[in-house]
């Protein structure tokens, strides 16, 4: 509470104890509140994806987790990350949703189905990718007109495909 300390040990021992009070006696860092727009994905799949990668970072370094370091809280009214930490953690992050946070090009196209229901291929391309979100899968389909409408990267794209060839066959 005062900031004192009091060692008693040889004098050999107190040059060396002296220099471990001076690299453990240092100010806290300031902490900071910092938000950042999310602008490809959602603010929650963001903060997941940046706090799984950060605990391996700081894990590797042999220190705390990402969570007893920096808070990265979703907002999902506003699509923002609300980043809580000092500003070296806070730049460390930013490098992370940088890297994370990109434009994943996507084409719309149109499949035509004649023997296979349209929402049987649906089913099968979302159980095939996962998680729909993260993918940049989205669909529509026109039951009436045996139609399915994709929204989605070159990779999903080809699946539908693929699928339309080998199943859609009278």
Do not use: W
Request: hydrophobic share 40%; proline share 4%; net charge negative.
């Amino acid at each position: 509470e005062h900031g004192i300390l009091i060692v008693t040990d040889y004098g050999s021992n107190m040059e060396r104890l002296s220099k471990m009070v001076k690299l453990i006696d240092q100010p806290r860092a300031q902490v900071i509140v910092d938000f950042v727009k999310a602008e490809h994905l959602e603010a929650t799949a963001l903060a997941q994806q940046a706090t799984t990668l950060l605990n391996s970072k700081f894990k590797s370094e042999g220190g705390r987790t990402a969570a007893e370091r920096v808070d990265i809280i979703p907002e999902s009214r506003t699509n923002e990350l609300v980043l809580i930490g000092t500003q070296t953690d806070i730049d460390q992050v930013h490098g992370i949703l940088r890297a994370l946070d990109v434009d994943v090009p996507t084409q719309t196209r149109i499949y035509q189905f004649k023997a296979m229901s349209p929402d049987r291929v649906d089913q099968l391309v979302r159980q095939m990718i996962g998680d729909a979100v993260k993918t940049g899968y989205q669909s529509a389909i026109d039951k009436d007109g045996g139609v399915l409408i994709v929204t989605a990267p070159q990779a999903i794209q080809d699946r539908v495909t693929l699928l339309q060839k080998q199943l859609d066959v009278p």
